[in-house]
Each structure stands twice: as structure tokens, then as C-alpha cells.
């Protein structure tokens, strides 16, 4: 403004900027009395009081701040500096990337005054004077550059293209295959992302964008397919067929060739000695294999004698031929020749005498009245067989009434009228044995109900010795009532006909017999006599019956009904009905029912009351008054003996050892029981470390299961124990020779076990990871087994635990197997679960303890059933016959029922109606074979061998 002039003490007025003034980076704030600001300010419209000196006033300037601003300029991720404040003329420092700022594909490079990096640029810690204007600072970018790099993959010579360069989000074209890349038995077929090629593929001038990060390529190979081809040599013809290179090629199907069998097939066309391995990777070439063929010829061409006629006339393929010779005759040739030059021969029963152009000579000498088996055996270079079976037949026409000579590799002999004798092996005989058999005239007299329906033989031995079985069979007549017969034997000391135990066949009515005298097949189409019913001892709970009845066949069973209803079947001839209320009368009536099952009318009806609550019954006095027998409390003993009552519940122990708790019903019948410690057990226990008891041995005075579970409780030393083990209690095995564990609950130093039968018990330590049994039985050594056929089969079951050996060291395989061996057998190899049903056979009483589980269990699942009569015949030898029907319903087989149904066996006709659905199953099923000329040989007893290897072959099946 303009100098003004005022006088002294007027008011002065104080203009603003009116001039306009300006001053660089500041803003005009007024005026002041002093240059520097530090006078006295005014601003317009102030005034001030003119003094007595003149006034100069300052315009006053303050100094003006701006902004530095951080721009991410595309940055994708981060946060750029804050916004500051600076004032003019003043130093500004520049930050980093403190906000972790990120652009895809780039790297930070800084900051600058342009966008696009054409102005000032700075980096970090920069510094620089701000002027009169804000500053937007833009973050500046370096884009990346990644590599391609090129992997052979597996290539055995050539090169990979170089590595290159790429900018980010910049296009890469791939090469092809420039440096010759190669890989035996494989094909370049462009390259992948991924080395197993299951990332993206690119082929020669593919392209991609190249993204952040660096990208290796891997050579992609293709396996090559090649061709292989297959001359059958003769063969039928086999198409070609691809595979590629390095993997197994599928071996097509067996070509055939009439007569040959197919060997395999060979890579060299003429030794035919380099096996190919269609299991092995292939190579990088095509192949031609060839046929290799061995001849599957087991068939003769030619078979003759020199006396009498084969009958039929020989045909190749027909395996079963017989001689009929006269009983004169003692020796005749048998001449053969073979259909290929290649077949081995192997002939029994006769030796081998010569050979003159190609034909074989045998001698077969020795013949004995009968049978005579002549065994031929071809077999081809394959090792394919094929059996012919010649049967010499000497007549028997005049052997009934005089001696015929043994021989003991002639185990059956036949007469005339369906008579044979099957001897057992190793049956002891001298020089110059002899079998004399005569028809005879004994037949039943009397008041007996039986009469004469077959043949009644007397035999007689000389120079031998029974020492076994010996299988008969008796011929009948009419089979209108075959169910109605049996073999009986004539007893002289008594003058009566005994009942022996037999089955009915379709050829003859067969027995197991262990002494000699008369034999007859007898008819009893009679009833048992009226079953007399007596009352017994009663309690307040249980009523005793005894029952009696005659019969010339002997009785097999009583059934008893109470009250009209069937409520029991027993081969006993006395019953405890027990469960009953006390103060109540029941009315009895029974049938019998013989062997041969002919069924008594009802007996007179016999009425009984029990008793009331409190008082004994019956005599016996024990441990009552008067003579009577408590109902109450249970009888005790401590010295290892306890006769109880039956129906009663009891204890026996001996001393702190051992004890057992007997429930009340566990028995019908008085149950004597006996505890007796076993001082030598050299034979029974291979490590007596594991022993944590003596052994016992607990019996008691009938052979058949309890009908409730009794507790054995026995003391051990736990200080025998020790991590990791555990006591069990142990049953011995009386068939099988071996412990077996039946567990146990432990409490303190006392275990205890549940059973229903009784044998030798003790408590094993035993480590449940690798002790199935306290035997040790790594290794299966048998004295007798080496070579024999079935071998493999008797160790794979002993292994199994299905069978064992015998202490001394053998196995016996061709010793024979009873009835319930085998059913111990078969449940050893099934392992069903339970006990199995009540046995109800009328010979239950016989059937051992080590085997009443097993039948058990097999006639609850209906493998096992008895005989006609009503017995099991636990005792005697199993029949090849019976044993196939047990096999087939083990396997559930469809077992057809038809008369139509044939075997296939060459004895087919001799196969019992009831079995021959069985035998045929088995035998398509391929678990059952046949003996020597493919004969089955149904009612022949069944060896040990031959049931553990129906078994096993059962087991693969099921398998």
C-alpha cells in the first residue's frame, strides 16, 4: 500500500494485501512492526494510534506445506506409504517398498515423478527440496524374466534343446525334437510339464504364455507296440498278437495237436530249448515263438494172452478187460505193445519175460482160485497215464468145501453165491495158509423169530492168525425186505444166533468180523417183546425207569413217553426223566425198537408220583435217614473218588489241586468219577517248563457226553508266568496224541475250564502270539511216508493239525480208519463251531470220549448218520462208500437220488444205491479218485492215507 501520513495520537487503519503482494512458497498473514516478524501484528481491518515517530510495517509471510502422494502404479497386492506433509523448500527423504507392494510377473525398481518413468526417479533413502507444488511419487517396475529348460526323460543319446530366457506374459514356442533325442523301444512324442507326463503337452510349435515362474519341459516317450507271431508247428493256429515294449505280453491260448500235448512255446525254431517268458518285459523287436509238443500217447496198441479169451476184445481206449481161466490153471502170458515208442510201462502182478519186435512179454504166474488183478500202467512222454486192468478169473466153481491157498498180496477172495472175503493187509499168515469155506445146514430153531434169508457159511482157517477185522460179505435173496437183515453168527457155547453188526448192500450184506465160526444172513421181521416198565428211585424233582425187553436181534434202543409224549430215546435199559414238579403223578408207556428197527407195541402204562417238597426217595442211603436219599445240597468229596447220584449236583476235588463242581441234571444215570495225578508223563509232555500243574488224568463209569458242562478248577504257580504269557488249561488228545487248549479263567493262582467230557487235563504256560499247543512240533519226520503217494497230503493235514503220527515215530498211511476216527478227522479239518447235538445213537455208550465232539458235530450238520438199527458203529472200519457220502455232504455237494445216476468208475455196478450220487459228485468235483483201474472199490475199508487225502482235496475245494 501507499505511505499514508497521520498526525500524531489519530487513529491509523491498517489496509490488507490490497497491492497484490506475493512471496514464493508462502502465504501474505498480515503486517508487523518489526522486519522479523517479532513486533506487533496486524491484520485489516486493525488500527493502531499514531505515536511520535514514524511507523514502517512489514508484511508478514508464513511458509506454505505440500504433499507427497505414493501411487502403486498396477501394483496387485501390498499397500504404498502414507500420504506426508512437507513444507515448502524443505528436504523430502524417499521411502522404500515398505507396504510389500507386488506386481505379477514384475520387481519393484523404486519410485518416480511419472507414471511411466520418464520423469526424476529415486530410490530408497533419496532425498529431494519440495518446491511450491505436491508431488505424486509413482512406483517404478523391473519385469521378471524366467527360463525353459528341456529334460531328456529317460533319453539314452541325443541332446535337449538349450535353456532359454522369457519374459513374463510373453509367448514361448516349443521345439520339437532338434538334438535327436532317442529312448530304446519308444517313440518322441512332444514334451510335458510333468515328468510321468501327466501334466500339460505340448508337440513340435506349441506355444504358451510363460507365467512367474521358471518351467521345465520334459521329453513325453511312447512305448512302441511290436508283433508276435506264432508258428504251432503242426498245431492249430494261433493269431498274432501286439505288445508294447517292456510289458508282459498275454499268452494266448494252448494250441492243440492230436495225440501231442503243448509244451510251451520256444523263441529257437529248431533245439526248442530257449523257453519264452511271457511274464517278462518285452524287447524292441518283433518275434516269431515256436510250438514245442511231447506225445500225450498212454494208449496201447496191442494186448493179448496166450490162453483163454480177453473179454472184450481189445480196444485202445477200453481200460478193463477179464480172463476167464480154469481152475487148473496156475500161470499164462500176457502179451503188449506199445502205441508209442516213448511210453515207460510199468506192470503188476506180473514180471516181464522178453521183447521181441516191440512186443512185451509178461509171465503171469502164482494164480489162486478168484480174482486175479493184473495192473497196467502206461504211461505217456508227458507224463499222462492210462491204467488197463486185467482180471484173470481162476473158477470157483468147486472151491466151496475145499482149501484154497492164500496168497498175501491177494487181499479178496469170491465164491459163488456173492461170497467174498476181503482179508485185511499185514493180516499174519504161514506158508501155506489156507481158506476152506463150506455152505451150512445150522439154521434157527426153536422159539427164536429169526429164519434163514442167505447164505449160511461155516469158514475155517488154517495157518492164519486174526489179529484184525476181517470183512465178509454174504449173499441174500429177496431184497423186497433187505432193510429186515443182518449177518448173525452161531455162538456154540450158548447154542444161539448173535446179532453181528453189518450193512445192507445191493451185492451182499457185509460185517467186519474178528473171529470165525458160522455166519448166516438171518430175516427178523418180528418186534421186540412188550417193554416191561418199573418205577424206580424219585425225588422231588426226577422219576427213574427201568425198562426190559427181549428181542433175538437185541434191542437198540427204548423210547419213553410221559403223559403220551415222546420225551426220550435211550440205549440204556434204565432213564432219569428229571425237570419234573414236585407232589405230581405222570403215567409212562415205552416202545422198543431192535436192530433191525422193528417196533415193539406199547408197553403197559405205569404211574408214578414225585415227591413232595422235603422228602427222599429210592434207597441207597446216602446222606440221609431211614434209608433215604437227599433231594437237597449236594455231595461232596475230597479224596478224588465221588459217586453221585443220579440227577444230583456234587464236588470232588483232591486236595488243593484240583476240583470239580458237577451241576445238578448234569447226569441221568449215577455218575461214578475218579481223580488220579499222573506220576509218569515222559510220553506225554515234551518240555516240562511250560508245565504249570501236574497232570491228571479224570474218568469216569460211562463213555457218553455229560448233558451239562462241569467246572474243573485247578491250582498252578504264577510265579511261572511271566510277561507276556499266560496259563491255559490243556485236554489230551487220546486219537490224535497231542494237548489240546481249551482256555480257562484265571483267578489268583487257580484257573478254570468248562466240560462234558473227561481224560487227561493239566495247566500250560503259553504265549498266545506263538504257542498254539505246549508241543513242539516244528519239523514232520515220519519213518513210513517217504514216497508213498500220499505224501504231500499227510503232511500238508499234519501241518494243518488235522491229524497226527504215532509215538514211534510212523503214521501208518495204509492202516485202516473207523468210523469215528474219521468223524474226529473231518471236524479236526472243518473246525465247526459248538459241541454238536445230544448224541441219541443206540450205541452211543461206545463212542469214546475223544470222539463224542466230533460225531457230535457232524450229525448235527448231517455229515454222519447211523445204521438202520439205530447204531453209529463207532468202531467199525469206514467203508470207501460211507466216507464219499460224508465228503459230499461236507461239501455241500448236489447229490442226485436217481437209479439213473452212473459213477464212471469201472465198478460202478458194485456201488451201493444210496451211495452212488455221493460217489459221483465227489468224483466230477475231482476231491475222490479211484484205486488201480479206475475201480472205486465201494465197500473196501478206507486207509489213512486215502482219508486225509479225500480230505485235503475237500479243503482245496471249499477253499
Known amino acids: 500500500p501507499a505511505d499514508s501520513i497521520h498526525d500524531y495520537n489519530t487513529g491509523v487503519p491498517v489496509p490488507g494485501n490490497t497491492g497484490g503482494l506475493a512471496k514464493l512458497g508462502h502465504t501474505f498473514a498480515g503486517w508487523n512492526t518489526a522486519a522479523d516478524g517479532s513486533g506487533t501484528n496486524y491484520t485489516a481491518p486493525a488500527s493502531f494510534t499514531m505515536g511520535a515517530a514514524d511507523v514502517t510495517l512489514y508484511a508478514k509471510w508464513t511458509v506454505n506445506g505440500y504433499t507427497v502422494t505414493y501411487e502403486v502404479n498396477g501394483a496387485t497386492s ?6 506426508s506433509n512437507h513444507d515448502y523448500n524443505t528436504d523430502v527423504t524417499v521411502p522404500g517398498n515398505s507396504g510389500g507392494l507386488v506386481k505379477t510377473g514384475y520387481t519393484f525398481a523404486g519410485w518416480n515423478t511419472a507414471a511411466d518413468g520418464g520423469g526424476t526417479a529415486y530410490t530408497t533413502g533419496d532425498a529431494f527440496m519440495i518446491g511450491a507444488a505436491d508431488v505424486t511419487l509413482y512406483a517404478q517396475w523391473t519385469i521378471n524374466s524366467y527360463t525353459v529348460t528341456y529334460d531328456g526323460n529317460g533319453a539314452e543319446s541325443g541332446s535337449v534343446p538349450a535353456v532359454s530366457s522369457h519374459m513374463y506374459d510373453t509367448a514361448v514356442t516349443v521345439p520339437g525334437n532338434p538334438g535327436g533325442l532317442t529312448k530304446t523301444g519308444h517313440t518322441f512324442a512332444g514334451w510335458n510339464t510333468a515328468v510321468d507326463g501327466s501334466g500339460t503337452n505340448y508337440a513340435e510349435a506349441g506355444s504358451f504364455t510363460i507365467g512367474t515362474a521358471d518351467v521345465t519341459l520334459y521329453a513325453r516317450w511312447s512305448a512302441n507296440r511290436y508283433e508276435i507271431s506264432f508258428e504251432s508247428n503242426g498245431g492249430s493256429p494261433v ?28 523263441t529257437d525254431r529248431d533245439a526248442l530249448s530257449q523257453a ?35 473179454r472184450p ?137 429169526l429164519a434163514k434169508a442167505g447164505q449160511v457159511i461155516d469158514f475155517q482157517f488154517e495157518g492164519v492168525t486174526v489179529d484184525r477185522p476181517v470183512e465178509i460179505t454174504l449173499g441174500y435173496g429177496d431184497k423186497s425186505h433187505s432193510s429186515k437183515l443182518a449177518i448173525f453168527y452161531y455162538n456154540a457155547a450158548t447154542g444161539k444166533w448173535e446179532y453181528q453188526p453189518s450193512r445192507v448192500t445191493d451185492h451182499g450184506i457185509v460185517a467186519s468180523v474178528g473171529h470165525f465160526s458160522t455166519y448166516g444172513v438171518l430175516a427178523d421181521t418180528t418186534a421186540p417183546d412188550r417193554v416191561t416198565v418199573a418205577a424206580g428211585e424219585k425225588t422231588t424233582s426226577s422219576i427213574t425207569l427201568h425198562l426190559a425187553a427181549g428181542d433175538d436181534s437185541g434191542v437198540a434202543k427204548y423210547s419213553i413217553y410221559r403223559d403220551g409224549k415222546l420225551v426220550a430215546e435211550t440205549a440204556e435199559s434204565s432213564y432219569v426223566d428229571t425237570g419234573l414238579s414236585a407232589s405230581r403223578t405222570y403215567t409212562y408207556t415205552a416202545k422198543a425198537v431192535d436192530r433191525l428197527g422193528n417196533i415193539s407195541n406199547d408197553s403197559e402204562s405205569v404211574s408214578v408220583t414225585t415227591n413232595s417238597d422235603g422228602i427222599g426217595g429210592g434207597s441207597g442211603a446216602v446222606g440221609g435217614s431211614n434209608g433215604t436219599i437227599a433231594t437237597t445240597g449236594k455231595v461232596t468229596s475230597t479224596d478224588g473218588t465221588l459217586t453221585l447220584p443220579a440227577g444230583r449236583s456234587g464236588e470232588v476235588s483232591l486236595g488243593d489241586e484240583v476240583k470239580i463242581v458237577i451241576p445238578a441234571g448234569a447226569s441221568r444215570e449215577e455218575l461214578k468219577l475218579t481223580i488220579e495225578r499222573v506220576s509218569d508223563i515222559r510220553q506225554l509232555i515234551e518240555r516240562s517248563d511250560r508245565l504249570l500243574s501236574p497232570v491228571f488224568e479224570i474218568s469216569k463209569n460211562f463213555a457218553s457226553s455229560l448233558s451239562k458242562d462241569v467246572t474243573l478248577t485247578f491250582a498252578f504257580d504264577p510265579t511261572m508266568v511271566k510277561d507276556g504269557q499266560k496259563p491255559s488249561v490243556f485236554s489230551y488228545d487220546e486219537l490224535n496224541l497231542e494237548w489240546v487248549d481249551i482256555g480257562g479263567e484265571v483267578t489268583g493262582n487257580t484257573i478254570a475250564a468248562s466240560v462234558k467230557n473227561f481224560t487227561k487235563f493239566a495247566v500250560f504256560v503259553v504265549d498266545p502270539k506263538t504257542d498254539p499247543s505246549p508241543d513242539e512240533k516244528p519239523t514232520i519226520r515220519f519213518g513210513d511216508i517217504a514216497g508213498h503217494w500220499a505224501e504231500p497230503n499227510i503232511r500238508a493235514a499234519v501241518a494243518a493239525g488235522i491229524v497226527n503220527g504215532y509215538a514211534d515215530g510212523t503214521f501208518k498211511p495204509d492202516a485202516e480208519v473207523t468210523r469215528a476216527e474219521f468223524a474226529v478227522l473231518l471236524m479236526n479239518a472243518l473246525e465247526p463251531k459248538g459241541t454238536g447235538a445230544e448224541l441219541t445213537f443206540a450205541d452211543t455208550a461206545e463212542i469214546g470220549a475223544w470222539a463224542a465232539t466230533a460225531v457230535s458235530q457232524a450229525a448235527e450238520a448231517g455229515i454222519a448218520t447211523g445204521y438202520s438199527d439205530g447204531r453209529f458203529r463207532p468202531a467199525a472200519n469206514i ?54 483201474g479206475d475201480r472205486f472199490a465201494p465197500d473196501a475199508t478206507a486207509t489213512r492215507a486215502e482219508a486225509v487225502t479225500m480230505i485235503m482235496n475237500l479243503l482245496r475245494k471249499m477253499n
Open 276 to 310: 519264452f517268458d511271457f511274464a517278462a518285459p518285452f524287447g524292441a523287436a518283433d518275434a516269431t515263438l515256436y510250438a514245442k509238443w511231447i506225445s500225450a500217447n498212454a494208449l496201447l496198441s496191442d494186448l493179448s494172452v496166450d490162453q483163454g479169451t480177453l
Open 78 to 83: 501390498g499397500s504404498a506409504p502414507s500420504v
Open 239 to 266: 493269431d498274432d498278437v501286439t505288445v508294447h515294449y517292456g510289458s508282459a505280453a498275454v499268452k494266448p491260448t494252448d494250441p492243440t495237436k492230436t495225440g501231442y500235448a503243448f509244451a510251451g512255446w520256444y
Open 313 to 449: 476184445a481189445f480196444s485202445p481206449s477200453e481200460p478193463m478187460y477179464a480172463v476167464d481161466a480154469a481152475k487148473s490153471a496156475k500161470s499164462l502170458k500176457l502179451f503188449l505193445s506199445k502205441g508209442d515208442s516213448k511210453q515207460t510201462i510199468t506192470v503188476t502182478g506180473a514180471t516181464y519175460a522178453s521183447v521181441t519186435d516191440d512186443v512185451y512179454a509178461y509171465n503171469v504166474s502164482s494164480l489162486i482160485v478168484g480174482p486175479n488183478p493184473i495192473t497196467i500202467m502206461v504211461t505217456a512222454e508227458n507224463q499222462e497215464r492210462h491204467t488197463y486192468q486185467v482180471t484173470v478169473n481162476v473158477s470157483a466153481d468147486e472151491a466151496m468145501g475145499q482149501p484154497v491157498a492164500l496168497d498175501p498180496s491177494v487181499r479178496t477172495l469170491a465164491f459163488p453165491g456173492g461170497l467174498k472175503v476181503n482179508l485185511p493187509e499185514g493180516l499174519p499168515m504161514s506158508p501155506g495158509a489156507t481158506l476152506t469155506v463150506r455152505d451150512s445146514n445150522a439154521a434157527p430153531s426153536g422159539e427164536v423169530k
Open 879 to 932: 467203508t470207501r462208500a460211507e466216507l464219499a457220502v460224508m465228503i459230499a455232504r461236507a461239501y455241500g455237494a448236489d447229490i442226485e437220488t436217481e437209479s439213473s445216476v452212473t459213477t464212471g468208475f469201472a465198478d460202478d455196478e458194485y456201488i451201493p444205491e444210496w451211495a452212488k450220487g455221493a460217489v459221483s459228485a465227489v468224483r466230477q468235483s475231482g476231491i475222490v479218485q479211484g484205486r488201480s
